[in-house]
């Protein structure tokens, strides 16, 4: 079956360390994105990227960073430098600037710094 | 630019009574719309979409919501709700004329809690 799958579900992470999260799409979706969600904040867009080689900052990308190197995917490193980054995670792709917008989401990696 | 308003954060109800989730939007290009539905601990799962043709959108799990382009709404509607219906709603908007890319703008989400 198609789909997105982010791994892992459950991180625990110690002040100072660097982590990474993955995020893998057999879709052959041109357009990736990276969410944080925080209870009562809805969901907060951290970086997109819409072809190959490329991406850009989203709404709160400060603390974080990205690689797409391949079109199946696009993982996410959350910094030490994020100064608060116990939260859920969700990783999404598109088919692209000329499709609907429609998300297919993965299940989530949930991060919390010890 | 787009924005999503979901007018309440939080809606109580009894099972098998009817429900209503409001969604306003702001557009000034023509819009494709959404509702997602996201359970505890899961990632978002589509509910419905409306792109064109009939304003009256039936999705899964019973619910359908109407696009009204005079009003700006598109509200989720299911007419006797189940406990399993507990979750999170999220309405979202695109631009339909290609300016933002494909991308989704988000409303804050309403949690919708059954009770028996």
């Known amino acids: 079956d198609g789909g997105i799958t982010q791994s892992p579900k459950y991180l625990f992470r110690k002040e100072g360390q660097n982590v990474t999260l993955s995020c893998e799409q057999n879709l052959n979706h041109d357009a990736m994105y990276w969410y944080r969600q925080d209870p009562g904040q809805g969901l907060r867009l951290i970086y997109y990227s819409q072809i190959v080689n490329d991406f850009q900052k989203g709404d709160i990308a400060e603390g974080y960073s990205v690689s797409r190197e391949k079109k199946e995917s696009f993982p996410l490193t959350v910094t030490s430098a994020q100064k608060n980054p116990t939260a859920f995670y969700l990783c999404?792709?598109?088919?692209?600037?000329?499709?609907?917008?429609?998300?297919?989401f993965g299940e989530g990696s949930r991060l919390t710094v010890l | 630019a787009q924005s999503v308003t979901q007018l309440d954060s939080q809606v109580p109800v009894f099972e098998e009574a009817p429900v209503e989730l409001r969604c306003n939007y702001s557009s000034s290009v023509s819009v494709y719309l959404f509702w997602y539905v996201q359970y505890p601990n899961q990632g978002l799962q589509l509910l419905l979409k409306y792109l064109s043709g009939s304003t009256l959108v039936k999705g899964i799990n019973g619910f359908e919501a109407e696009f009204n382009k005079s009003q700006t709404s598109f509200h989720l509607r299911k007419p006797s709700v189940h406990i399993s219906d507990t979750a999170e709603y999220f309405c979202?908007?695109?631009?339909?004329?290609?300016?933002?890319?494909?991308?989704?703008?988000f409303g804050q989400g309403t949690i919708l809690t059954v009770h028996p």
């Open positions: 979202a908007v695109s631009d339909a004329g290609g300016t933002s890319y494909g991308k989704l703008t």
């Open positions: 999404a792709s598109s088919i692209g600037p000329l499709g609907t917008g429609e998300l297919f």
